[in-house]
């Protein structure tokens, strides 16, 4: 069972609207939480952190964690086509190498 | 400005070669790894290391080494290239287990 689970997509939103990006995980003893932004034959570029209950602003963005029901979500607001790409829900588990792992990722398409 | 390098770009080689695939980063990070990234399996861990003389295997080592002489560098070699092995390679590094990744620019690797 693959521990970081994304809707693989596409998401398709309007220009404006409020992109809303889903993640859930399987270990409780999960400690940071990241969303990545990857771009058709570009590396992930990581966009949010965020550690603690929640929610997270910077700018168009929001994280939002609760730990509780073991879920991380994206929200991109004012969506533009440019936040057209894929984003990827990264979490660092309690496991022995506190890894990161990595969901599938969501394909995000904002339309004009 | 810090940064981290893959090189080659790109590379095509033929099954059974032995291919090294190189990775430099210039932000002192203990923490290095290398992922492929496949459409339908996401971003997966090769192998990793938390510091000089560390390596570590990950999800999917088999026909991958590392090796870690320094801070700066990763090396990532194919012993037997296949054709299994076709994939975007990317390398990553952090200052430690709890902060994101930074990742390079990725290597095209095609096996034929």
């Known amino acids: 069972q693959k521990e970081v689970e994304q809707n693989s997509g596409p998401l398709s939103v309007p220009e404006g609207a409020i992109a809303s990006l889903n993640c859930t995980y399987s270990?409780?003893?999960?400690?940071?939480f990241f969303w990545y932004r990857q771009y058709s034959g570009k590396s992930p570029e990581l966009i949010m952190s965020i550690y603690s209950n929640g929610d997270k602003e910077d700018g168009r963005f929001t994280a939002q964690l609760n730990k509780a029901s073991q879920y991380v979500s994206l929200l991109i607001r004012d969506s533009q086509p440019s936040d057209s790409a894929t984003y990827l829900c990264?979490?660092?588990?309690?496991?022995?190498?506190?890894?990161?792992?990595f969901g599938g990722g969501t394909r995000l398409m904002v339309k004009p | 400005d810090a940064e981290i390098t893959q090189s080659p770009r790109h590379k095509i080689t033929e099954t059974g070669r032995q291919v090294t695939l190189a990775c430099h980063q210039t932000?002192?990070?203990?923490?290095m790894f290398w992922y492929r990234q496949d459409l339908g399996h996401g971003l997966r861990l090769i192998h990793y290391s938390y510091g000089v003389q560390d390596t570590n295997k990950g999800e999917v080592s088999d026909g991958y080494s590392v090796s870690r002489s320094n801070t700066e560098d990763l090396p990532l070699t194919l012993e037997s290239a296949a054709s299994s092995q076709t994939s975007v390679y990317f390398c990553?590094?952090?200052?430690?287990?709890?902060?994101?990744?930074?990742f390079g620019n990725g290597t095209r690797l095609t096996v034929t």
């Open positions: 990264a979490v660092n588990g309690d496991n022995a190498g506190n890894m990161l792992t």
């Open positions: 990553a590094s952090s200052p430690d287990r709890r902060s994101p990744l930074h």
């Open positions: 270990d409780r003893g999960s400690q940071s």
């Open positions: 932000w002192n990070h203990n923490n």
